[in-house]
C-alpha cells in the first residue's frame, strides 16, 4: 500500500529537495557581496593614495616654483649690481615689493610641503630655500661681488638639484635632469 503524505509532509519534502538550491543561492549571494565590497574598499584605498600622490607632486611642484621665481627676481636684482649676467637687471626699490609677493607665495607653498611632503623632500627644500635665502641677503645689502654671488648661485643650484632627486624619489619618478646650463647660462 503507498505511503501517504500529508499535505505538511510534502510540503516540507519539496522544501528539502529544494533546500539545496536555496542555500547555493544565499551562498552565492554572500559571496557576489563579499567580493564586490572586497573590491570597493581596494579601489577606494588606491584612489586615495593617488589621490594624495597627486596632492604631494602639487605640492613639491608648487615649492619649486615659489622659490625659483624668488631666485629669478634675485639673478635680476644681483644683475643690477654687476654680479650676476642676467640680461634683464632689475633695481632693487623696483624688485622690494614683487620680492616680498614672492616671499609670501613661498611662505605658502612651505606650508603646504610641511603638510603633504616627505621628511627628505622637506628637508632638500628648506635646503634650497637657505640657500635662496642667502642671496637675497647678499641683494639686499647692495653687496658688488661676483665671485661670491657666483659661490651663493652655485650653493643654489645645488640644493635645487637635491630638492628635485629627493622629490622625485619620494613620487618615484626615475632620475631626472640636473638642470645645469652651460657656463653663462641660467638656473
Known sequence: ????????GAWVADFAEQLPALVGVVIGALGSYVAVAHGERVRFRRERVVR???????AYRGFSRAVKETAGLLFRVGAHFGNDANPNPLAPQEAGPRLG????GRDLAWEELLLLGSPEVVEAGRAWAEAVAAMERFVRD???D???????????????EAYYAAARRDV???PGHSGRWPPGGRS
Open 52 to 58: 594624495w600622490e597627486d596632492r604631494r607632486f602639487a
Open 146 to 160: 661676483p665671485g661670491a654671488w657666483a659661490a651663493l648661485v652655485g650653493d643654489q643650484r645645488v640644493a635645487r
Open 142 to 144: 647692495g653687496v658688488r
Open 1 to 8: 500500500m503507498p505511503v501517504r503524505r500529508s499535505r505538511y
Open 101 to 104: 609677493d614672492a616671499s609670501e
Open 172 to 174: 618615484a619618478l626615475g
